[in-house]
């Protein structure tokens, strides 16, 4: 059986055991959030050999070459000796600078940057917290000249670090941040191709910035955003993206509740099969899916029977972490 070396410490891999559970099982304090090789949080350095390729999927090829993979991808077939990253190779630690409600369940986060901080709207940073409990959240805003970055986090109920940040993270405190990590973002190569956002919850949150990234950049083919929750209550920002839509003769905003209660300010239905609905034919369209993991995987193939192609779609599902 192989075996992998961290600290000085030997450790036995058992087959179909992923190194971040042999860690973890052996009391080794390592972070991850998600276990599915979405949120690079478990990231570690290969000392000696190269790590199974599987391991680095999504990675960059520095990090690759440079001996980085993701504990919970990998399972090795030989013996390894691994280092875990120092904290200033991942994290940048930034003071909360802002907290507003922007309904009862979701809190806008507002982290200030003492130094350029290069992302795209849309993509997701882990946050961390002193203990090393460790999160993925998505910016809801392009670049701006103040440095800041600004995130919607649903409460989840009993979630650990959403009611946290909800009930006890004070502005002014610090918190760390990894660097932006995702594809789901604008890009400004065909400003005249339809775009497609669909989201539900938070998933809000990347599309909004999306959306206002594509049009600071001069998109002018239609921008489709449809945004779904069970209850209205669980909309938010429906005033900014009406507006949004009143500005720019190419935005269509349709705020969608699936609860069953008729109300003739939204539509009645699940986002998704609104936009289905909606839509003729997607050929050509580029489109982006953030939220509910299984509304995701569900859009995702729908998308691709009306048209899209495969290339053309970019997804974040919000996955939570395992308990
Ligand atoms: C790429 C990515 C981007 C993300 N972006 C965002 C974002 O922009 N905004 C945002 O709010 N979240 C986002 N998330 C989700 C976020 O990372 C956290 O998982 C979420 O905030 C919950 O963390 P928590 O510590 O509060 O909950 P945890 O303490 O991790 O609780 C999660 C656990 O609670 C249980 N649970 C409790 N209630 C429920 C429920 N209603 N449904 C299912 N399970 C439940 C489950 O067993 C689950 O294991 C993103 C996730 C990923 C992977
Ligand atoms: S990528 Fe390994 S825990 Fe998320």
């Known amino acids: 059986m192989p075996t992998i070396t961290i600290n000085g410490q030997t450790l036995h891999c058992p087959p179909q055991t992923s190194v971040l559970d042999i860690l973890l099982n052996a009391g080794i304090a390592i972070s991850y959030a998600c276990?599915?090789?979405?949120?690079?949080?478990?990231?570690?350095?290969?000392?000696?050999?190269?790590?199974?390729?599987g391991s680095q999927t999504g990675l960059k090829d520095t990090q690759k070459a440079q001996?980085?993979?993701?504990?919970?991808?990998?399972?090795?077939?030989?013996?390894?000796?691994?280092?875990?990253?120092?904290?200033?190779?991942?994290?940048?630690?930034?003071?909360?600078?802002?907290?507003?409600?922007?309904?009862s369940q979701i809190l806008e986060l507002t982290l200030g940057f003492e130094q350029p901080f290069d992302f795209k709207a849309g993509q997701f940073v882990n946050l961390q917290r002193g203990d090393g409990l460790t999160r993925s959240y998505s910016i809801a805003?392009?670049?701006?000249?103040?440095?800041?970055i600004q995130l919607h986090i649903r409460r989840l109920a009993g979630g650990k670090f959403s009611n946290w940040l909800h009930n006890e993270a004070q502005i002014?405190?610090?918190i760390s941040v990894s660097k932006?990590?995702?594809?789901?973002?604008?890009?400004?190569?065909?400003?005249?191709?339809?775009l497609l956002m669909v989201a539900?919850?938070?998933?809000?949150?990347?599309?909004?910035?999306?959306?206002?990234?594509?049009?600071?950049?001069?998109?002018?083919?239609?921008?489709?955003?449809?945004?779904?929750?069970?209850?209205?209550?669980g909309l938010y920002l429906v005033e900014a993206m009406r507006e949004l839509a009143a500005a720019y003769p190419n935005v269509n905003y349709f705020p969608c509740i699936s609860g069953g209660?008729?109300?003739?300010?939204?539509?009645?239905?699940?986002?998704?099969?609104i936009a289905i609905a909606?839509?003729?034919n997607l050929k050509n369209w580029r489109v982006y899916i953030c939220g509910h993991p299984e509304m995701v995987s569900q859009f995702k193939k729908q998308a691709f029977l009306k048209g899209a192609s495969l290339a053309d779609i970019y997804t974040d599902p919000f996955l939570l972490s395992p308990s």
């Open 67 to 103: 001996g980085y993979f993701l504990a919970c991808q990998c399972r090795p077939d030989e013996n390894m000796v691994v280092q875990v990253p120092s904290h200033q190779d991942i994290y940048v630690d930034v003071a909360i600078a802002g907290k507003k409600m922007l309904n």
């Open 172 to 174: 002014g405190e610090k």
């Open 278 to 280: 909606t839509l003729s």
């Open 35 to 53: 276990k599915k090789g979405t949120c690079h949080s478990c990231l570690l350095k290969s000392l000696d050999i190269a790590p199974p390729p």
């Open 180 to 194: 932006p990590q995702g594809t789901c973002y604008y890009l400004p190569d065909r400003p005249q191709q339809s």
């Open 200 to 233: 539900t919850g938070s998933g809000l949150a990347p599309l909004a910035g999306i959306l206002t990234d594509a049009l600071a950049q001069g998109h002018t083919g239609p921008a489709y955003l449809f945004h779904g929750s069970r209850e209205a209550e």
């Open 261 to 273: 209660t008729e109300n003739p300010q939204y539509c009645s239905g699940r986002a998704n099969d």
């Open 141 to 148: 805003n392009p670049p701006r000249p103040d440095n800041t």
